[in-house]
């Protein structure tokens, strides 16, 4: 499948767009991101528009000042944002001003991320080369959706002649296009300790819950091919925190909570069903029912149901797998536990729909069971010493 990826996006240097009306500090951006992307500079926010409306390729990031002549970084932003074609370009919020007000402006302007004056270089380099990669993987999924759609559109055209075969051409087509998606998480995961038997594991805990929560069989597969493509956002958190053996800080579990939202950028826009599906899940599984999730604190039924029920497998699953701070618990241990979050952190009709499948999801979890580590006392005792 390797000619479904857009090799452009994987071969050219990520381009940045600096939006600065201080020359030395315009200066100072471009010369030093220089050695590893290309630039571009304006000074001010409508140059800045102007000089996007002549490029042919979007920047990969932006960077922008905030106090600027004719048109300052809030509007910028937003114009940017109002143009379909930039609308998924990240863009970097260079001020002196971090208190939570500004933040919060920010981000309603449609911010991804700032830095704040005086920088340092290295934090700027590493924060512009974090955004150019999700928008470089959001580039090569669109291109495997928009290969995958012309690809269903063809068959059609085809399975139209001859009726006779239908039914094998959807399934062996319905195959491919799932086969495609778990490639997909599986290699997000690659980065992260899960492995492809936690993929499996949480499409078919996602797909027994959706059955029994009463769910179509259309919308249940949906669910259950989608799920896996939940942490697709951890593409974007940097290695030393998403692999971190230890306990998060604050600041990194912030850091950490950005996923969702950095999931559902790389996922949207598509027209595919399974990866609207799979937006929805990448935004929301963190949410809970009582409205004290992340990212956006939704509570009860504002969270769409596809979220409700993979943040239930996904609990699950995390309760009975070992973690590096963590042994596995027992099935009883774990469902006390989400017994225990019923109507706070889950559903209650999700609880319920899974407590009614309990013994498939029992089944799916021995089947699917991580290989055991060469010494699981060791791993358990280590994991207790780093809290």
């Known amino acids: 499948m390797s000619h479904f990826i857009d090799k452009s996006a994987l071969e050219r240097r990520a381009r940045v767009l600096i939006v600065e009306d201080d020359r030395a500090i315009r200066a100072i951006l471009s010369d030093g991101l220089s ?7 304006a000074p001010d926010g409508q140059a800045a528009l102007d000089l996007l409306a002549e490029m042919g390729l979007p920047p990969d990031v932006i960077m922008t000042d905030v106090s600027m002549p004719r048109v300052d970084g ?4 937003q114009r940017v944002r109002a143009q379909r074609h930039l609308a998924d370009v990240p863009i970097i919020m260079v001020t002196a001003n971090a208190d939570r007000e500004f933040k919060i402006k920010a981000l309603d302007f449609g911010v991804d991320d700032y830095v704040t004056k005086p920088f340092d270089l290295a934090e700027v380099k590493l924060r512009v080369r974090n955004l150019a990669r999700v928008r470089q993987a959001r580039q090569i999924i669109s291109g495997y959706a928009t290969e995958l759609e012309k690809r ?20 062996s087509l319905r195959e491919a296009h799932n086969e495609t998606v778990i490639k997909l998480a599986v290699a997000c995961e690659y980065r992260d300790d899960d492995t492809a038997q936690h993929l499996k594991r949480m499409a078919g805990y996602s797909r027994v819950i959706a059955q029994n929560y009463g769910l179509g069989a259309a919308h249940v597969r949906s669910i259950e091919t989608a799920a896996p493509m939940h942490d697709i956002g951890k593409i974007g958190v940097p290695d030393s925190i998403l692999l971190k053996p230890g306990k998060l800080t604050p600041d990194e579990f912030k850091v950490m909570q950005r996923h969702p939202g950095i999931g559902a950028r790389i996922l949207a826009g598509s027209t595919s069903p399974l990866l609207v599906a799979a937006e929805q899940i990448a935004l929301t599984h963190h949410e809970k029912f009582d409205g004290t999730g992340y990212p956006r604190n939704l509570k009860g039924e504002q969270i769409p149901v596809e979220g409700r029920i993979v943040a239930l497998a996904d609990v699950f699953d995390a309760l009975t797998t070992r973690r590096c701070y963590k042994p596995a618990f027992s099935i009883e241990r774990s469902l006390d536990i989400i017994r225990e979050g019923d109507g706070k952190h889950f559903d209650p009709d999700v609880v319920r729909a899974m407590m009614q499948g309990i013994d498939e999801i029992v089944q799916i979890c021995d089947r699917y069971r991580d290989p055991e580590p060469v010494s699981q006392a060791n791993s358990v005792e280590r994991a207790g010493t780093q809290g």
């Open 35 to 41: 050695g590893m992307f290309e630039t571009e500079k």
């Open 74 to 77: 809030f509007e910028f932003a």
């Open 152 to 171: 269903v559109a063809h068959r059609t055209v085809e399975l139209q002649r001859a009726l006779s075969e239908l039914g094998a051409a959807e399934s």
